[in-house]
């Protein structure tokens, strides 16, 4: 299994609402990310794990909040996000982190009312 | 600062035709750039890295450090090279920025 799945492909929740973004490799990556990438922009970073470790956060607000169960699960548990939020969220692995090539999920996009 | 630029937005040629997409970094340590892809419909994936020195689908990239840059060149490009480019440097340690990107779109 050379890819990586996220779930769901696409998510409208309130500012209100609690959910959770699901990202899954099986190729015995050590390294994930998070992403986010609004429209005709690049993917930006928000979140690097590594070992299961939190190893970067890139000033998220609090409302973003990643968890790494085991090597090959990673979530990102929203709650009251603002419409502002609306984006493609993006995960992705690696080997390690370092120079190693990053294979990407198709995206969960995500929509705040 | 750490930088990526991709000056432009669209970049659109005929079949046939040389292309090159510009990057530009800015970097104070030793770089590793990428230039990754996204065909229509499909999701990210790398193209190539400037340490693997290889050719890719035609693709090359040469990292000039005297200029900071990594441009991606194809000497004949194919319709179905038409798909948005991202430039991205690593910066050591665990963080990837991209450029803004350019849509590649080959013309028949």
């Known amino acids: 299994d050379t890819e990586v799945t996220q779930t769901p492909k696409h998510l409208v929740m309130g500012m209100t609402n609690k959910k959770s973004l699901k990202c899954e490799q099986h190729m015995g990556h050590r390294a994930m990310y998070w992403y986010k990438q609004k429209a005709k922009k690049p993917p930006e970073l928000m979140f690097v794990y590594s070992y299961e470790k939190l190893s970067i956060n890139e000033s998220v607000p609090s409302r973003f909040s990643p968890e790494c169960p085991n090597s090959s699960l990673l979530n990102l548990h929203l709650h009251a996000l603002q419409p502002e939020d609306s984006a493609l969220y993006l995960c992705a692995s690696s080997r390690e982190t370092g120079i190693h090539e990053q294979y990407f999920g198709p995206g969960t996009r995500l929509t705040v009312t | 600062a750490q930088r990526v630029t991709q000056p432009e937005k669209l970049l659109s040629v005929f079949k046939g035709a040389p292309v090159e997409l510009k990057c530009n970094y800015s970097?104070?340590?030793?770089?590793?750039l990428f230039w990754y892809v996204q065909y229509s419909r499909q999701r990210l994936q790398l193209l190539l890295r400037h340490i693997s020195r290889e050719s890719i689908k035609g693709f090359t990239a040469d990292l000039n450090k005297g200029e900071t840059s990594f441009h991606l060149k194809k000497p004949f490009a194919q319709e179905e090279d038409s798909a948005m480019y991202y430039c991205?440097?690593?910066?050591?340690?665990?963080?990837?920025?991209f450029g803004a990107g350019t849509r590649l779109f080959v013309k028949a």
């Open positions: 991205a440097l690593h910066t050591g340690g665990f963080k990837t920025i």
């Open positions: 970097y104070s340590g030793s770089p590793e």
